[in-house]
């Protein structure tokens, strides 16, 4: 299904004539590029966009079947919206009121020549298209083959920042326009940071480091996660966060094995939960299991303990199941998940054994 035609379908169900987008995420889709820019209109008969002139040129050759108007001089947005619905005879339009000041949608609610009602889309971007997959797909391929490489980079004696930029600038030649959001990198103690921002921080021998981090591609998200050791004088068995990664990595997998469609978003939760709760560690796992991911990086529904949305093939989750020991550093490992027909995709296929740094 297209994004219009279940866009069309939400307004039939809702009883609206139209509805007007205004935030970034939401009007993507249409405009074919992101930006704060721009309005995008959608009706049961056709689909405006209304640009500035800023954006004309470039929305008009990727967005086909789309009506496009100039923003511009005495074309304000309330006189184009008003012609359009005096057009096609629109009597309810929706908006997106919590994207949108009290003031703005106070005077929409009193200028435009309709009844506008405050509604939100979010919901239609949680099952994703062909085109959104691939895209995704993709995002993912290079965030995967950028872990391989800062693996292989990190050393004793760079700091935090250092790596973070490295992985950045490999992704950029890989494809990606930038990171997807600012890349984590928590070294040693900082491990236990579940955001713990690449800072100053020199990585040391034997040393745990986790490394949260994604790619943009064409306006696509990917979210990965990877706890790698730092070499250092004793086997890695001997590090006390050693089985803690495995008990980390049990529950992700017992997680990833309870999606299906049919099941609820908070099972999944749980079962991965339920792995760290048994192995003592449940205080120290204090963030969902993860979140659906698209045009943005956290998008709904979530693996919580609270949301019972109904899993169905077509929507992309991250899992990401953590322990974090204060003083002492944290792990985990976060893959994205298509949710398939069968059961579920893993979109990575980096190794999740234990992971030494370094050439080899």
């Known amino acids: 299904m297209t994004r219009l035609t279940s866009l069309r379908q939400w307004l039939t169900e809702r009883q609206l004539d139209a509805v007007l987008i205004s935030s970034r995420p939401n009007k993507q889709p249409h405009l074919g590029i992101s930006s704060s820019s721009g309005f995008v209109l959608i009706s049961r008969q ?4 209304l640009v500035d002139a800023r954006y004309y040129a470039d929305v008009k050759a990727r967005a086909n079947g789309y009506c496009i108007h100039l923003l511009g001089g ?9 012609q359009i619905i005096a057009a096609e005879n629109l009597q309810t339009v929706g908006f997106e009121g919590a994207q949108v000041s009290w003031e703005t949608a106070r005077r929409w609610q009193t200028e435009l020549r309709a009844t506008m009602i405050s509604v939100s889309i979010d919901a239609l971007r949680r099952i994703k298209t062909a085109v959104e997959i691939d895209r995704i797909r993709e995002a993912c391929r290079i965030a995967d083959a950028g872990a391989e490489h800062i693996r292989r980079f990190i050393a004793p004696g760079q700091s935090e920042r250092e790596i973070a930029a490295e992985l950045e600038w490999f992704m950029r030649q890989r494809g990606a326009e930038k990171a997807s959001f600012d890349t984590i990198v928590a070294s040693g103690w900082r491990g236990a940071l579940p955001h713990g921002k690449a800072s100053d921080k020199i990585v040391a021998a034997g040393e745990w480091i986790t490394l949260d981090f994604g790619a943009l591609y064409q306006g696509y998200c990917s979210d990965m996660t990877r706890t790698f050791l730092v070499p250092g004088a004793g086997a890695p068995q001997e590090h006390p966060l050693f089985p803690v990664y495995h008990i980390v990595l049990e529950a992700q997998l ?5 999606i299906r469609p049919g099941a609820r978003c908070l099972t999944v939760d749980a079962a991965a939960r339920d792995v760290i709760d048994r192995a003592g560690y449940g205080e120290f796992f204090a963030h969902n299991t993860g979140h659906s991911i698209g045009i943005e990086v956290h998008e709904d529904p979530r693996f919580s303990p609270d949301d019972h949305t109904v899993l169905v093939p077509g929507m992309l989750l991250t899992v990401e199941p953590g322990i974090y020991l204060p003083e002492q550093g944290g792990v985990r490992i976060e893959d994205v998940v298509l949710v398939t027909p069968e059961g579920a995709e893993v979109l990575y296929s980096m190794p999740k054994t234990v992971l030494l740094t370094g050439a080899a």
């Open 46 to 49: 056709r689909a405006h966009i």
């Open 74 to 82: 005495q074309q304000t947005l309330t006189s184009l919206v008003n």
């Open 254 to 258: 017992a997680a990833i094995a309870a």
